[in-house]
T-cell receptor, first 115, second 114 residues
Framework: GAGVSQSPRYKVAKRGQDVALRCDPISGHVSLFWYQQALGQGPEFLTYFQNEAQLDKSGLPSDRFFAERPEGSVSTLKIQRTQQEDSAVYLC?????????????FGEGSWLTVV | AQSVTQLGSHVSVSEGALVLLRCNYSSSVPPYLFWYVQYPNQGLQLLLKYTTGATLVKGINGFEAEFKKSETSFHLTKPSAHMSDAAEYFCAVSEAGANSKLTFGKGITLSVRP
């Protein structure tokens, strides 16, 4: 597709349930990012991939959060044993190369509500 | 460490009036600066960015911003607001020379009155 595609767009999970959020970056984009946006806040960095290598995971809030990009294209963000504080919009973004200043393109986000 | 401050959470202007959205940053190295817009239920769209060169940068939809190093500011302006400008606006910073990790402000909601 022309843009960054995320699925599902909306997910309601019961507390304790595991969820998986998928991101299809723009074709050919080397860099992929995940951000978390809580209600009324700006996006906060979670993790960064360059091709299949996860170069920065400093923003992952706990060991319940795990991200992968095994073939350097599609990425999955997995949240285990979801908690209410995990409710947020999860944004995926991609860019052509990894150097700073390059334009980053964002998807529409996956809205997660934990009940 | 980097940070972005966007004072206030909501700005309201009349259609045709000047739009001014303030952004101040903190960075220990030369920054790259960005403004993004987010419409309801949509992803973030880049309005403009400053990396190097001219400190006044022009973006889409008639917006522009000026990098002022002495004031550590990157305020967003538009001479004449349009109803379609109503959205949430985020200022962001990244470190020059590092990967493109962005640090965002909390955002400002712009309302445009008829």
């Amino acid at each position: 597709g022309a843009g960054v595609s995320q699925s599902p767009r909306y997910k309601v999970a019961k507390r304790g349930q595991d969820v998986a959020l998928r991101c299809d970056p723009i074709s050919g984009h080397v860099s992929l990012f995940w951000y978390q946006q809580a209600l009324g806040q700006g996006p906060e960095f979670l993790t960064y991939f360059q091709n299949e290598a996860q170069l920065d995971k400093s923003g992952l809030p706990s060991d319940r959060f795990f991200a992968e990009r095994p073939e350097g294209s599609v990425s999955t963000l997995k949240i285990q044993r979801t908690q209410q504080e995990d409710s947020a919009v999860y944004l995926c973004a991609s860019s052509q190369v990894g150097f700073s200043g390059n334009t980053i393109y964002f998807g529409e986000g996956s809205w997660l509500t934990v009940v | 460490a980097q940070s972005v401050t966007q004072l206030g959470s909501h700005v309201s202007v009349s259609e045709g009036a000047l739009v001014l959205l303030r952004c101040n940053y903190s960075s220990s190295v030369p920054p790259y600066l960005f403004w993004y817009v987010q419409y309801p239920n949509q992803g973030l769209q880049l309005l403009l960015k400053y990396t190097t060169g001219a400190t006044l940068v022009k973006g889409i939809n008639g917006f522009e911003a000026e990098f002022k190093k002495s004031e550590t500011s990157f305020h967003l302006t538009k001479p004449s607001a349009h109803m379609s400008d109503a959205a949430e606006y985020f200022c962001a910073v990244s470190e020059a020379g590092a990967n493109s990790k962005l640090t965002f402000g909390k955002g400002i909601t712009l309302s445009v009155r008829p």
